[in-house]
């Protein structure tokens, strides 16, 4: 089992930077599939990037390609979401997502991650 607490939203401007965590215990998330995804209000939850397993670079959703970049620290067991150029549309909450077993072709289906924070808001005003 792994818990997973997503920190770091909040209320910013257009264009403006923001970092998120996911800080993961219970166990090392360093072989694990990491991702985050969002959910806008009235919206579908929606794949934003994802590192697989060990070794692999992040794939990124084609909306945030080029503004957000993920990372991982394995020493602390948190993940990273580096959002920078934020535009109104960003506007979600944010979800950190860990699976063991994905495989790479469905790396951007929520449905196939076994544990989830619980989120943090992200606001962005125009």
């Known amino acids: 089992q792994v818990q997973l607490v997503e920190s770091g939203g909040g209320l910013v401007q257009a264009g403006d930077s923001l970092r998120l965590s996911c800080a993961a215990t219970g166990r090392t998330i360093s072989g694990t599939t990491m991702a985050w995804f969002r959910q806008a209000p009235g919206k579908e939850r929606e794949f934003v990037a994802a590192i697989f397993r060990r070794g692999y670079s992040p794939y990124y959703a084609t909306a945030v390609q080029g503004r957000f970049t993920m990372s991982r620290d394995n020493a602390k067991n948190t993940v990273y979401l580096q959002m920078g150029g934020l535009k109104p549309e960003d506007t979600a909450v944010y979800y950190c997502?860990?699976?063991?077993?994905?495989?790479?072709?469905?790396?951007?289906?929520?449905?196939?991650?076994?544990?989830w924070g619980q989120g943090t808001q992200v606001t962005v005003s125009s």
């Open positions: 997502a860990a699976d063991d077993r994905i495989i790479l072709s469905s790396l951007r289906l929520g449905e196939n991650y076994d544990y």
